[in-house]
């Protein structure tokens, strides 16, 4: 084999190993941004439901604390 075709031919395998290595590495990238993401959405999704529990809880307490009401006037008659 001549040396052209050697030289050619190391070329071929290392543009391969090459475009196999940009492939995986793109499928990394892509994992680990679906990842981030699914991070993200779970982390706000986290902290609306604190959200709508903190905004609820005086709501609650409100009216946890107004149904005595009926107690302390059926008390007083």
């Known amino acids: 084999m001549k040396i052209q075709a ?3 031919w190391l070329l071929v395998v290392i543009a391969a190993v090459f475009a196999a290595f940009l492939v995986l590495y793109g499928r990394s990238e892509v994992k680990w941004m679906n990842s981030l993401f699914e991070n993200r959405v779970a982390e706000q999704k986290r902290f609306f439901d604190e ?3 903190l905004k609820g809880a005086s709501l ?3 009216t946890v604390d107004y149904t005595f009401w009926d107690e302390m006037v ?3 008659k």
Do not use: T
Request: aromatic residues 8%; charged residues 25%; glycine residues 0%.
């Open 51 to 53: 959200l709508i529990e």
């Open 74 to 76: 059926s008390f007083v």
């Open 60 to 62: 609650k307490a409100h």
């Open 6 to 8: 050697k030289v050619i």
